[in-house]
């Protein structure tokens, strides 16, 4: 079965580039968001197994949105990402309770679907 994404970036050439790597990796991405109020609600509708956050959106910050979606009852795994490769520090994804951060221009040589599947 493959893991459900939820992509949350304010680029939609980002969201669309992600999409197609997250695809290629066997991941299946179930929806999209631009702002953190909307990936809020969007996590809550759709439940995703996991989201791929960008750290700088307009309406907020991306680490504070990752704490609060890998808070969810179901505990979804969160990847960080920024173009800024310094976006994140170590205690910033410990805080936020996300798997980790890779920098946007590292994502398409990352190990995505290790880090955003719950390996059993």
């Known amino acids: 079965m493959s893991a459900s994404v939820l992509v949350v970036d304010d680029d939609p050439v980002f969201r669309r580039l992600a999409r197609r790597m997250l695809t290629a990796g066997g991941l299946v991405v179930i929806a999209e968001a631009d702002t953190v109020a909307a990936a809020m609600d969007v996590a809550r509708e759709v439940r995703p197994d996991a989201a ?12 504070t949105l990752a704490s609060y ?19 994140a520090s170590g205690d ?28 059993s």
């Open 52 to 63: 791929l956050v960008d750290v700088g959106l307009p309406d907020g910050d991306g680490v």
């Open 92 to 119: 910033d994804i410990r805080r936020s309770g996300a798997n980790g951060f890779v920098a946007k221009h590292e994502l398409p040589n990352a190990p995505l679907r290790q880090l955003l599947v719950r390996q």
């Open 69 to 87: 979606i890998a808070a969810l009852p179901w505990r979804p795994l969160v990847l960080l990402t920024s173009t800024d490769p310094d976006a």
